[in-house]
């Protein structure tokens, strides 16, 4: 991916001296939570009606008090000498200039959201975050949030490897800001506060997850027309991510079967159909996943 081509955005903010990287709930052995008990959690969280990502963060402080982060005051602009940095600018940048123009299109001003990089823990408005929840979208403070060591994860754990699929994750995130801006996040709350089931093959978190990674495909297909700067092999990288991290692979990793009643982001072959339809089309409309039959 020439992804240097890209205009480096301006709204990623450099976090990653506030919370330090001891400690905390990663995947896998050590000091930490295993894959299987964050599993737990989630699943605990969305049965009680809790926040999954505020129960992971509670925990996360529990674990490491002496590591909270610090006022977000210390937080500044990534470094000029930081390539991975660079790259982040460089992905979010591209996709300020293809939303803003999708939402001029629509008579709308696309709002930007900022994306703080992180190491080991993070506040939010959505609580205390660990690592160990990976890159995360906060509503209540329009935020992307993400540790770059996700990345290293993705390549080592999950095999989902190159700089397109790095690219996706960041679309993905951004996506949900999209649905944010759309109303779609208001009515998946009001719908939760009105005790609707979210989670589940087919249910509603799953099909906000898969309308995400379609608007990710949306972005994908314009920054290529805009580009031209993706490489053989680039689309490959994209959908072998959204192939690793399915609910159903994820799970048959974690606890060595498959819960569909608990899926909250989608079977991997769902995420991978819901990208592409959004790369091939380009258009805000094939991404209406809440009105599709079959996901």
Known sequence: ML?????????VVDARGDGGGGGGMRFGGGKGLSLTAIILIVGIGWITGQDPMQILGQLAGQMDQTSAP???QTRQAPPANDEQAEFVRSILGDTEDTW???FQQAGRQYQQPKLVLFSGRVNSACGLASSATGPFYCPADRQVY??????K??????AAAGDFAQAYVIAHEVGHHVQTLLGVSAKIQEARQQGRQMEGDGGLLVRQELQADCLAGVWANHAQKRLNWLEPGDIEEALNAANAIGDDRLQQQGQGRVVPDSF???TSAQRVRWFK?????GQVSQC????????
């Open 3 to 11: 992804w240097k081509k890209g205009r480096r955005s301006d709204n």
């Open 70 to 72: 610090t006022s977000s």
């Open 100 to 102: 803003g123009q999708v």
């Open 146 to 151: 993400l540790d770059m060591s996700f990345f």
């Open 153 to 158: 994860e993705m390549s080592q754990r999950f």
């Open 264 to 266: 909250t982001h989608g």
């Open 277 to 281: 339809t959004g790369f091939a089309q």
């Open 288 to 295: 209406d996943t809440f009105a599709a039959k079959n996901l």
